[in-house]
């Protein structure tokens, strides 16, 4: 279940890592790529994406979101586990 309202698209990957930037929320996933979640675009969303970020493992299947046509190879808004 996501906390983010509205049209969201979720990818299958597998989860490496995360960090929190200045800026955002960085996913690292297991083919070495990451995706971004700016806080500056998401004001009060990041601190639950943040939360689900820290349940994930090293390895571990999950579904990221996207969030109204927001291109799934740069961003993210939410993660769960698989």
Same mark, same amino acid.
């Given at each position: 279940m996501t906390h983010i309202k509205g049209p969201l698209l979720w990818t299958d990957a597998t989860f490496d890592r995360f960090k929190e930037d200045?800026? /955002?929320l960085i996913?690292? +996933?297991s083919d070495g790529t990451h995706r971004t979640m700016n806080y500056a675009n998401w004001e009060n969303s990041h601190? +639950?994406? +943040?939360i689900n970020l820290k349940k994930l493992s090293k /390895?571990?299947?999950?579904k990221?979101?996207?969030w109204n046509g927001y291109n799934e190879d740069?961003?993210?808004c939410d @993660? @769960?586990?698989v």
């Open positions: 200045k800026e /955002g996913l690292w +996933l601190p +639950l994406t +943040l /390895g571990q299947l999950i990221f979101a996207t740069k961003w993210f @993660v @769960v586990s």
